[in-house]
């Protein structure tokens, strides 16, 4: 590890953060979700060096933690927005407009689901369904879910972010 | 000192469903105002009672008077609710929902206001599960310990012996409320007949149907009922440890569970020798990482262990070898949170309500087009009808008619309003062409395409496809390339066979029932709604104004009132209308988002 601050580059991942995730986890029996999962929180998304790592603890093989990266939609190996954009596309959102909600929402960021903006602010993402049904379509950012949205409102949101951001 | 009972008790709707309504927003401003106002009160937030378009909600409950709901109250509306009631002892009418009585019938009730059961959304219901949900404080041991909490736990760990258990559960009926409608009893019997030291227990907290938020609800409004089946379970299995699997999209009930589980550790309901019975049990909480195919069983066990969430062959059981190897009990939710008022009420006193096949009650989240969509628990052998117009009020828009209701989720099928005389139970719901599932109740109107329903549960399982059978990775995605075809208008008049000659397929052939139900909300709504189908096909038309390629984007100068509603939710202007004029689209700047069409009351736009 590099001892000296001013010369660590600014995307160098500090694998310290995971290291001290395994001292908790590492001997926990079927633990290695829950590690990703604390990885995960930790940077936002699970970097590959981290992956390695948990590997090497653990004693098992990169190919069988990347098959559990990519099997559950929870994980991330990119890093992704500030705000990250949940359209909810359950059943319940789904016959309401959430269709119509996302396109406009892409369409407004100029990004797909699954992508994040250029500037690092915004990700947009399809959420199989977060148990809101009442308030249908749903699109929660970060933590705060907009409820009964309308896609005249998608702008609005969009806005109102924007103008945190400037 | 002034006891619990003197003192003033305001209470905010907390739930996933409420603080998304605004109730975040409610909580602070209920605690600013009452120590604006010099009131000294107890506030606390509670869980969800179902009618979540009414959120958010907040109860005030003043000494020896009933407690008083009232509904979507906003940050405005608080100081003034508050006045009024506390402080000069009057009800806002306008934003009052109802009052109960909460100890017994003593209390003094408010004059004009009605009672909880005298309002149709409540009439029908009757509360087993959802008893202590939205009433208590999910995070206070002591609410729940004054609502008869832990009495079972207590009853069997003192009284019963571990069959006397399996067969109060046996006797009672009780299916699995999951989906499948297993018998409890006899799957609790197996696992703890069962040989081996070491067995496991695990709650299936994976609710993955989309549209579907029973298990939330629970969960969150009363985390301690499920700890409680959970410990009989464990105790009449021989188990020592219990799981709960609980999916990453539901945060506050994996919070609440974990306050639940370390009340219950202090209290001695968990941990080692409960109650002197010598028995141990420790509860662990697993949190999913988001994929639909973890919801069965032997894909959840895999995930627990740390692997890709994918089902193996059965036999052997889980009750036989299961996680880790070890013999295993899976429930879920709702199931578990019946186990202590079973053993409370005894189990030939439950099977006194519902049908002769189906026992008890259900709890249903009913979303959609519906007028008052939320969570409602009602006896099983109930008609659908019921459930739609009496309890929820029917459809939520005056113009259109409800169509169908699909039951089940990705596993499910549609009902049409016409059968809706259907009654809620595992065997009719099944001859209808839908399952019970876990609860999930979807309304449809006429502005919904039957073809895009299934076009969208076949996008969802084929997403969610664990790709480990062929049947279900294939089949799943080349039924849903053909109902994109027909939702693009491309589709040919053999595709109605092919789907349905492959989804027949793909049912018997597939590993888990994840693929073995995957065709079925096509195959059901093939049943009933062909004509979409071919309408599709062959006229090139999607009456339900849903599937774009298929619209025309024109207004319908015979139905246009001249309105202009159409006209502001326009993104780029292509709306032309001009006041006492007819509505015009430029097909120009045009991006055909269908916001007209969803803004058009009187379904002017084709």
């Given at each position: ?13 500090d ?26 929180d ?27 990266l ?82 005249d ?14 | ?39 000294e ?71 004009g ?8 959304f ?7 599960v959802?008893?202590?949900?939205g009433y ?6 002591d ?47 197996f ?7 070491q ?79 010598g ?151 099944i ?38 059978c ?10 849903l ?15 109605i ?30 049943r ?5 189908y ?73």
């Amino acid at each position: 590890m590099c001892a000296n601050k001013a010369t660590t580059l600014e995307n160098e991942i500090d694998l310290g953060k995971t290291e001290k995730i395994l001292e908790k986890y590492q001997t926990i029996k079927g633990a290695l979700i829950p590690i990703l999962q604390k990885v995960q929180d930790e940077y936002g998304y699970v970097p590959e060096e981290a992956a390695y790592l948990v590997a090497d603890r653990l004693g098992i093989y990169p190919s069988q933690i990347f098959g559990v990266l990519t099997f559950y939609t929870q994980f991330h190996l990119k890093p992704r927005g500030k705000y990250i954009m949940k359209v909810c596309c359950g059943t319940a959102c789904h016959v309401k407009g959430a269709p119509g909600i996302l396109d406009r929402l892409q369409a407004t960021l100029n990004v797909q689901a699954g992508e994040t903006t250029a500037d690092n602010i915004f990700t947009v993402e399809r959420v199989n369904c977060i148990g809101a049904c009442s308030l249908a379509p749903i699109i929660v950012v970060n933590k705060d879910a907009h409820a009964k949205v309308v896609s005249d409102d998608v702008a609005n949101i969009v806005n109102d972010l924007k103008a945190r951001e400037a | 000192m002034a006891t619990a009972k003197d003192r003033i008790k305001v209470l905010v709707g907390m739930a996933t469903c409420g603080q998304a309504a605004g109730g975040v927003k409610v909580y602070p401003e209920v605690e600013r105002q009452l120590k604006e106002l010099g009131i000294e009160a107890d506030l606390n937030a509670v869980g969800c009672i179902g009618c979540c378009s009414l959120e958010p909600l907040m109860d005030i409950v003043m000494p020896g008077r009933t407690r008083v709901t009232y509904k979507q109250v906003d940050a405005e509306k608080v100081g003034k609710i508050l006045q009024k009631h506390i402080k000069e002892g009057e009800i806002d009418k306008k934003s009052v929902l109802a009052q109960m009585h909460t100890n017994g019938k003593d209390e003094n009730p408010y004059e004009g206001v009605p009672f909880f059961d005298e309002i149709p959304f409540f009439a029908k219901q009757r509360k087993i599960v959802l008893k202590r949900c939205g009433y208590i404080d999910p995070k206070s041991f002591d609410d729940y310990i004054a609502m008869d909490g832990y009495k079972a736990v207590t009853k069997v760990l003192k009284e019963m012996t571990q069959q006397q258990v399996i067969d109060e559960v046996t006797k009672s009926g009780l299916r699995g409320r999951g989906g499948a409608g297993f018998p409890t009893g006899m799957k609790w019997s197996f696992a703890s007949k069962s040989p081996g030291p070491q067995k496991y227990f695990i709650c299936n907290a994976d609710e993955g149907d989309p549209g579907a938020f029973m298990d939330r609800s629970v969960l969150e409004g009363d985390p301690h009922a499920v700890l409680e089946g959970m410990i009989i379970g464990g105790y009449a299995i021989g188990a020592n440890t219990g799981y709960i699997y609980c999916r990453a999209e539901y945060p506050l009930a994996i919070e609440q569970l974990l306050v639940a589980i370390d009340d219950a550790n202090k209290h001695g309901y968990l941990g080692k020798n409960i109650l002197g019975s010598g028995f141990d049990y420790q509860l662990i909480i697993k949190e999913g990482a988001g994929a639909f195919v973890c919801g069965e069983e032997t894909a959840l066990m895999a995930s627990i262990e740390g692997f890709r969430g994918m089902p193996r062959s059965r036999p052997p059981f889980p009750a036989i070898k299961g996680l880790f190897g070890k013999p295993t009990n899976i429930n879920n939710v709702e199931t578990l949170a019946n186990i202590g008022h079973i053993i409370l009420m005894g189990g030939a006193k439950y099977a006194e309500i519902g049908t002769e096949k189906t026992k008890g009650t259900k709890v249903f989240a009913v979303t959609g087009k519906i007028k008052n969509p939320g969570l409602i628990e009602v006896p099983a052998g109930i008609q659908l009808r019921e459930v739609l117009i009496d309890i929820c009020g029917g459809s939520d828009r005056k113009n259109v008619q409800i169509k169908a209701t699909q039951l089940g989720g990705p596993s499910g099928g549609c009902i049409p309003f016409e059968h809706a005389e259907t009654a809620i139970d595992y065997e009719s719901l099944i001859q209808a062409g839908a399952i019970m599932g876990s609860g999930g109740v979807v309304v449809m109107d006429e502005m919904n395409c039957m073809v895009d329903v299934a076009r969208y549960f076949l996008n969802f399982t084929a997403e969610e496809s664990c790709g480990k059978c062929t049947p279900c990775r294939v089949g799943t995605k080349v039924m849903l390339d053909i109902l994109e075809r027909i939702c693009r208008g491309e589709g040919e008049m053999e595709d109605i066979q092919k789907l349905e000659d492959l989804g027949n397929d793909i049912k018997a052939a597939s590993l888990c029932a994840l693929g073995q139900t995957a065709p079925n909300p096509v195959l059901s709504t093939i049943r009933y709604y062909r004509h979409e189908y071919e309408q599709h096909i062959k006229d090139k038309f999607c009456a339900a104004t849903v599937c774009v390629p298929l619209l025309k984007f024109e207004v319908r100068e015979d139905v246009c009132t001249k309105c202009g509603l159409c006209k502001k939710p326009c993104p780029t202007d292509a709306l032309v209308w001009e006041k006492k004029q007819t509505a015009r689209i430029n097909h120009a700047t045009c991006t055909k988002c269908r916001a007209c069409i969803e803004a058009c009351p009187f379904r002017a736009i084709k």
